[in-house]
Protein backbone atom coordinates (compact mmCIF):
# COMPACT_ATOMS: atom_id res chain seq x y z
CA UNK A 1 0.00 0.00 0.00
CA UNK A 2 0.88 3.27 -0.37
CA UNK A 3 3.30 5.70 1.84
CA UNK A 4 0.71 8.49 1.58
CA UNK A 5 -2.16 6.23 2.68
CA UNK A 6 -0.09 5.08 6.18
CA UNK A 7 0.76 8.54 6.36
CA UNK A 8 -3.04 9.66 6.17
CA UNK A 9 -3.74 6.84 8.78
CA UNK A 10 -0.91 7.85 11.21
CA UNK A 11 -1.82 11.06 10.63
CA UNK A 12 -5.30 10.91 11.80
CA UNK A 13 -4.78 8.41 14.48
CA UNK A 14 -2.60 11.62 15.95
CA UNK A 15 -5.03 14.26 15.28
CA UNK A 16 -7.41 11.75 17.51
CA UNK A 17 -4.91 11.63 20.07
CA UNK A 18 -4.59 15.08 20.02
CA UNK A 19 -8.23 15.36 20.24
CA UNK A 20 -7.68 13.28 23.71
CA UNK A 21 -8.33 10.22 22.00
CA UNK A 22 -6.89 7.90 24.86
CA UNK A 23 -4.79 4.59 23.88
CA UNK A 24 -4.70 5.38 19.99
CA UNK A 25 -3.00 2.67 18.23
CA UNK A 26 -2.61 1.49 14.64
CA UNK A 27 -2.99 -1.80 13.34
CA UNK A 28 -1.13 -2.94 10.21
CA UNK A 29 -2.77 -5.45 8.52
CA UNK A 30 -1.23 -5.12 5.21
CA UNK A 31 0.81 -8.17 5.84
CA UNK A 32 -2.80 -10.01 6.74
CA UNK A 33 -5.89 -8.97 5.38
CA UNK A 34 -7.17 -8.28 1.78
CA UNK A 35 -9.91 -6.38 2.69
CA UNK A 36 -8.07 -3.31 4.76
CA UNK A 37 -4.94 -2.14 5.77
CA UNK A 38 -5.29 -0.34 8.45
CA UNK A 39 -7.44 -0.01 12.03
CA UNK A 40 -7.47 3.08 13.64
CA UNK A 41 -7.88 2.44 17.38
CA UNK A 42 -8.58 5.13 20.32
CA UNK A 43 -10.91 5.70 23.38
CA UNK A 44 -13.53 7.95 24.47
CA UNK A 45 -14.32 9.52 27.88
CA UNK A 46 -18.20 9.85 27.27
CA UNK A 47 -20.89 9.32 24.62
CA UNK A 48 -20.54 13.17 23.55
CA UNK A 49 -16.43 12.71 23.29
CA UNK A 50 -17.26 9.81 21.15
CA UNK A 51 -19.37 11.54 18.68
CA UNK A 52 -16.37 14.39 18.85
CA UNK A 53 -14.06 12.15 18.03
CA UNK A 54 -15.65 10.80 15.09
CA UNK A 55 -16.23 14.41 13.67
CA UNK A 56 -12.65 15.06 14.36
CA UNK A 57 -11.68 12.14 11.91
CA UNK A 58 -14.06 12.64 9.41
CA UNK A 59 -13.60 16.50 9.50
CA UNK A 60 -9.53 15.16 9.03
CA UNK A 61 -9.99 12.66 6.60
CA UNK A 62 -12.61 14.72 4.85
CA UNK A 63 -9.36 17.44 4.53
CA UNK A 64 -7.45 14.81 2.56
CA UNK A 65 -10.46 14.17 0.04
CA UNK A 66 -11.82 11.05 1.95
CA UNK A 67 -15.15 10.21 2.85
CA UNK A 68 -16.43 6.88 4.62
CA UNK A 69 -18.02 4.45 2.87
CA UNK A 70 -20.79 4.77 5.40
CA UNK A 71 -22.12 7.11 8.19
CA UNK A 72 -23.57 5.57 11.14
CA UNK A 73 -26.08 7.07 13.46
CA UNK A 74 -24.99 7.99 17.09
CA UNK A 75 -27.26 7.59 19.58
CA UNK A 76 -26.56 8.96 22.80
CA UNK A 77 -25.49 6.15 24.56
CA UNK A 78 -23.38 4.57 21.63
CA UNK A 79 -20.58 2.76 23.11
CA UNK A 80 -18.54 1.97 19.84
CA UNK A 81 -18.40 4.04 16.46
CA UNK A 82 -16.90 2.50 13.13
CA UNK A 83 -16.35 4.65 10.01
CA UNK A 84 -15.28 2.14 7.30
CA UNK A 85 -12.90 4.27 4.52
CA UNK A 86 -12.21 1.00 2.71
CA UNK A 87 -8.22 0.57 2.89
CA UNK A 88 -8.55 1.46 6.62
CA UNK A 89 -11.58 1.69 9.29
CA UNK A 90 -11.62 3.73 12.50
CA UNK A 91 -12.83 2.55 15.38
CA UNK A 92 -13.85 4.90 18.43
CA UNK A 93 -14.92 3.07 21.35
CA UNK A 94 -15.79 3.35 25.00
CA UNK A 95 -13.46 2.13 27.65
CA UNK A 96 -16.02 -0.56 28.50
CA UNK A 97 -16.33 -1.66 24.66
CA UNK A 98 -12.70 -1.93 24.01
CA UNK A 99 -12.10 -4.28 27.09
CA UNK A 100 -14.72 -5.99 25.91
CA UNK A 101 -14.29 -6.69 22.62
CA UNK A 102 -10.46 -6.66 22.74
CA UNK A 103 -9.12 -5.93 18.99
CA UNK A 104 -5.66 -5.32 19.83
CA UNK A 105 -6.00 -9.75 21.12
CA UNK A 106 -8.74 -10.39 18.41
CA UNK A 107 -6.28 -9.00 15.71
CA UNK A 108 -3.26 -10.16 17.57
CA UNK A 109 -0.77 -11.02 14.50
CA UNK A 110 -1.26 -7.25 13.29
CA UNK A 111 1.73 -5.28 13.71
CA UNK A 112 0.47 -2.36 16.03
CA UNK A 113 1.81 1.36 15.96
CA UNK A 114 1.35 3.32 19.02
CA UNK A 115 0.25 7.11 18.16
CA UNK A 116 0.93 9.93 20.85
CA UNK A 117 -0.65 13.48 20.06
CA UNK A 118 1.47 15.78 18.59
CA UNK A 119 3.97 17.53 21.20
CA UNK A 120 3.05 15.12 23.60
CA UNK A 121 6.35 13.67 25.61
CA UNK A 122 7.53 10.20 23.96
CA UNK A 123 6.56 7.69 26.39
CA UNK A 124 9.87 5.45 27.46
CA UNK A 125 10.19 1.97 25.89
CA UNK A 126 8.80 -0.44 28.39
CA UNK A 127 11.44 -2.81 30.22
CA UNK A 128 13.79 0.07 30.23
Known amino acids: MSTDLRETVLG ?7 HNGSETVVLD ?3 LST ?4 FIIT ?8 KALARHAEEYLSAVGLSALRRPRLADDEQWCLLDFG ?10 ARAFYELEKLWYQAVVLPVEAPGAPAKEPSGV
Open 12 to 18: CAAHLAE
Open 29 to 31: FEA
Open 35 to 38: WTDY
Open 43 to 50: TATSSTHL
Open 87 to 96: DFVVHVMSTE
